[in-house]
């Protein structure tokens, strides 16, 4: 327990990705740290990120759960901030079998501290430093891991290439797409759209026979869980959540079917 209390700051509104001008304006003497989060596997622009915390003297962490292989400037998504935390749910670009995860960090010591906290905040056996808990990754998922690991680049680049068709091929004017300016910076874990419509346009895929997704339906401030931060007006977030829609991007999917998923989503409307 940090004892810390979240300041929710809006996204830029194209990468659905922290806003760092809206960070500057929200730090206080009392800020101890920026959490970025690299969302739907694009990196968040931490050059300007990590000005601002050098600046302020705060650390930065980093939420890669969706961004395994996402890049700038040939440094990797988990390589940027103080810490980092990944996961390995099984949808993810790199996913286990199972449930799994992982923290990366450059510092020894918040390193050897943050093993002792998944392992009941242990550093010796029957000695708790911590207040820890049981989160330690099995050994079956990291096999499993490394095995897969050796492909990622080439997933990834499965996906870059459906998405480049989507967004040169996707024309229907009610349908805000993906913004996507630096190639290795996406990887891609979903192509998001954005539309004023998105319950017609779900309707719609679903009797086409397109599954669609959306992530995610509740902004954070409206969840039950964090009801203190309920009354925040956050306009960005909330136009957001009421119309990103995610379309299907998998490795697996061929172009025959990314063609037709392109032209039923052209003749919506």
Not at 13 to 32: F, G, Q, R, S
Not at 98 to 118: N, P, Y
Not at 224 to 252: C, D, G, K, N
Request: aromatic fraction near 8%; charge should be neutral; glycine fraction near 6%.
């Amino acid at each position: 327990e940090n004892r810390l209390t979240p300041i929710l700051v809006e996204p830029d509104i194209n990468t659905y990705n922290i806003d760092p001008n809206l960070v500057e304006k929200a730090i206080t003497p009392k800020t101890k740290a920026i959490l970025a989060v690299h969302l739907y596997g694009q990196l968040a622009d931490m050059p300007a990120i990590l000005d601002i915390a050098q600046r302020n003297n705060l650390l930065v962490l980093e939420d890669a759960a969706q961004a395994h292989g996402a890049s700038l400037n040939g440094r990797k998504a988990g390589n940027w901030g103080d810490a980092a935390g990944f996961s390995f749910y099984p949808g993810k670009n790199l996913g286990a079998l199972g449930d799994a995860g992982a923290v990366t960090t450059s510092d020894e010591e918040l390193a050897q501290t943050i093993r002792a906290i998944g392992n009941y905040g242990s550093h010796k056996k029957y000695e708790n430093l911590y207040q820890g808990v049981n989160s330690r990754l099995d050994e079956i998922q990291a096999a499993f891991l490394r095995v897969k690991l050796k492909y990622l680049n080439n997933e990834i680049q499965s996906r870059r290439q459906i998405a480049k068709i989507y967004l040169q091929k996707i024309k229907n004017p009610h349908i805000n797409l993906s913004h996507w300016n630096i190639e290795e910076q996406h990887v891609f874990h979903l192509f998001v759209v954005q539309t004023s419509e998105r319950e017609r346009l779900q309707k719609y895929l679903t009797e086409n026979g397109i599954e669609t997704m959306i992530h995610y339906p509740i902004p954070p401030h409206k969840q039950q869980a964090y009801r203190l931060w309920a009354t925040q007006h956050l306009p960005i977030t909330e136009t957001i959540h009421q119309q990103v829609m995610s379309l299907p991007i998998s490795p697996v999917i061929n172009k025959i079917d990314i063609e037709n998923i392109i032209d039923i989503v052209n003749y919506f409307l």
